[in-house]
């Protein structure tokens, strides 16, 4: 495993990360008719994963792992089967992420980024992880209702308490990320991240590239498989227990006869270089990054121990230019045909919304109204 620096921080990752929005399930349900997680299947795919070299691993306080979108019954649980999964490893040697906004109670402030709702929700955090801190404490998505300002003080009290090591933020806006980067500065907190849906497939957010070059911000690439669309096991269909079995919109995305064939001809290319598809995708992010001039840290999710060895093997691919290109030729030509594809609904809210950046000193930054309140990643 090779490692890089978050941000313009001290703290070193690994070039994966492992992710944990879609978990391993059993065949069982519970009482609400939803699929049980298999703890001890997540349990050998995170002790292989830190034995492999990886020591980031990405949450969110509604993470089920299982089920899209999550309700309030089963909000939490990707964060409580990770506390307990990582019991007993050495709490240093890891970076545990994990994000704030989404609805966790019926209540008012049961969801957003107010101060109450950030201070109520990194205890609850605290205590399902089992840990004293987190390492990266990230806004999972815009709160229109609540100044940015407040929402970053709040984070910055977290840090200088001791709860929190370094913060960043998910799906805001470009100028969203600058602002933020200014007044971390003026708080002297370690602002070092933005986590965005970003992969072969899906490059809405390559703009926001820049502005992470520009702010010395790292980009965590959520998706970066497109959903397992760019591991080859779709092109003949939905396999069984997949994540588009209960994620039925899924195919109606992916599944187009244009996707399909750029898709096909990207499993061409790696199996002419005897690759897997997954370790292709994962190549030709960490040669994007290469390009950019901009850390980018792929999040990885696993359901078998097989998938995660076979992913970390991407590391040590070299990626030629030639191929690159012939890569970004595919892409360029489903471009031409009109494509545009954003895994999630609510990103093309966020990548319309009027965001007005204003001067620091005493500006207050309110996000759009309609800004949606609940989402799946």
């Known amino acids: 495993m090779e490692y890089i620096n978050l941000g313009r921080s001290g703290l070193k990752v690994s070039k994966l990360c492992l992710g944990t929005w879609h978990l391993p399930h059993l065949e069982e349900k519970d009482e ?12 050998r795919i995170v002790k292989r994963a830190i034995d492999l070299g990886i020591n980031c691993i990405d949450t969110a306080n509604r993470y089920h792992g299982a089920m899209a979108p999550v309700d309030l019954q089963h909000v939490g649980t990707s964060e409580r089967i990770l506390g307990e999964v990582l019991q007993g490893f050495d709490r240093e040697s890891l970076v545990i992420a994990t994000k704030v906004r989404g609805q966790m ?4 402030n049961g969801e957003g980024l107010s101060r109450k709702h950030i201070m109520w929700q ?65 708080l002297h907190v370690p602002f070092v991240s933005m986590q965005e849906l970003y992969n072969w497939l899906e490059r809405d957010n ?53 996707r399909l064939e750029a898709v096909k001809r990207f499993h061409e290319v790696a199996q002419r270089l005897g690759v897997k598809d997954s370790q292709l995708a994962l190549a030709w992010i960490l040669k994007r990054a290469e390009e950019v001039g901009v850390a980018i840290v792929p999040i990885i999710g696993a359901t078998r121990t097989e998938q ?14 030639d191929v690159y290109r012939e890569l970004e030729d595919i892409y360029s030509a489903l471009r031409a045909k009109g494509y545009r594809l954003t895994s999630y609904a609510f990103l093309s809210k966020y990548l319309l919304l009027r965001y007005t950046t204003p001067t620091i000193t005493g500006a207050s930054v309110s996000l759009a109204a309609n800004c949606p309140s609940t989402v799946s990643q």
Not at 158 to 181: E, Q
């Open 32 to 43: 609400y008719g939803v699929y049980k997680i298999n703890v001890e299947e997540v349990r």
């Open 308 to 321: 995660l060895e076979e992913n970390v093997e991407a590391v040590s691919i070299n990626l030629k230019w």
């Open 206 to 258: 390559d703009a926001k590239l820049e502005t992470a070059k520009r702010y010395g911000l790292s980009v965590l690439a959520y998706s970066p498989l497109a959903q397992g669309f760019l591991t080859g096991k779709y092109l003949s269909g939905v396999p069984q227990s997949s994540r588009a079995t209960y994620m039925p919109d899924l195919p109606k995305r992916y599944m187009t006869p244009e």
């Open 105 to 108: 109670a019926p209540w008012p």
């Open 122 to 186: 990194i205890r609850e955090s605290l205590k399902r992880l089992r840990t004293d801190y987190v390492d990266l404490y990230q806004m999972h998505w815009p709160d229109p209702s609540t100044p940015i300002e407040e929402s970053m003080e709040a984070m910055a009290d977290l840090v200088h308490r001791g709860l929190v090591n370094y913060i960043g933020a998910s799906n805001f806006p470009a100028d969203a990320y600058a602002y933020m980067s200014q007044l971390a500065r003026e």
